[in-house]
């Protein structure tokens, strides 16, 4: 709580509510973050165990991961913290309302552990994944998300995504 003045939302309340800002320090992943990242992305996607998690990220950086398009993963690392999040931010030639002519930068997945949400680690992230894009040499950047995961679309939203379609995925079993 601070001095009466102006709410965080803007409005006059008479108190100030000043959401905390944290200090992250966006950086690209090593080896050494492997046990951390791998946490972090099973948290994120857990149908892969700690194991596998850990063989991706080898994979990733050796270079080994996409054949044709680099793919990067950033670290957020939080004051005197373990790393709090990532993203991981590769080129695709294509993503559904982009401009076809183009590879555009396309954010795989991004993290920010629960207890840390909030305070700016996610939009540095991504601010990272961006930066890296353009120098790329995108102008765009795209991204997808769960249909149920309304804080995902808030997020995507509020950092300046827009929705341009939505798709239902299928699979069949060929006999
Ligand atoms: C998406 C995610 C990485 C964002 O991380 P974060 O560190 O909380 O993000 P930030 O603190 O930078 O928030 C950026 C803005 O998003 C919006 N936002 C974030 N959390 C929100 C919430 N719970 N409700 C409404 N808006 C929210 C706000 O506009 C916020 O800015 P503000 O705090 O200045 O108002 C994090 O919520 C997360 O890990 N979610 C689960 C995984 C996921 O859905 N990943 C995306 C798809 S792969």
Redesign the pocket.
């Known amino acids: 709580m601070g001095a009466p003045g102006r709410s965080?939302d803007g409005a006059h309340t008479g108190y100030s509510r000043y959401?905390i800002r944290a200090m992250s320090i966006v950086r690209l992943a090593e080896l050494s973050d492997r046990p951390e990242l791998a946490r972090l992305r099973r948290a994120?996607w857990s149908d892969g165990s700690l194991e596998e998690h850990e063989k991706e990220i080898d994979a990733i950086l050796a270079g080994d991961w996409s054949p044709i398009f680099p793919y990067v993963i950033f670290i957020a690392d939080g004051a005197d913290a373990p790393p709090v999040?990532f993203v991981e931010v590769t080129l695709r030639s294509r993503a559904d309302g982009c401009d076809p002519s183009r590879p555009v930068g396309y954010?795989e997945?991004?993290?920010?552990a629960e207890s840390?949400?909030?305070?700016?680690?996610?939009?540095?992230?991504l601010r990272a994944a961006e930066d890296w894009a353009r120098r790329q040499g995108c102008l765009e950047m795209a991204?997808d998300?769960w249909v149920d995961?309304s804080?995902?679309q808030?997020?995507?939203e509020?950092?300046g995504f827009e929705v341009v379609d939505r798709v239902v995925n299928y699979r069949k079993t060929l006999s």
């Open positions: 965080a959401r994120l999040g954010l997945g991004w993290y920010v840390c949400r909030r305070r700016g680690h996610g939009s540095d992230l991204s998300t995961s804080l995902s808030r997020v995507h509020a950092l």
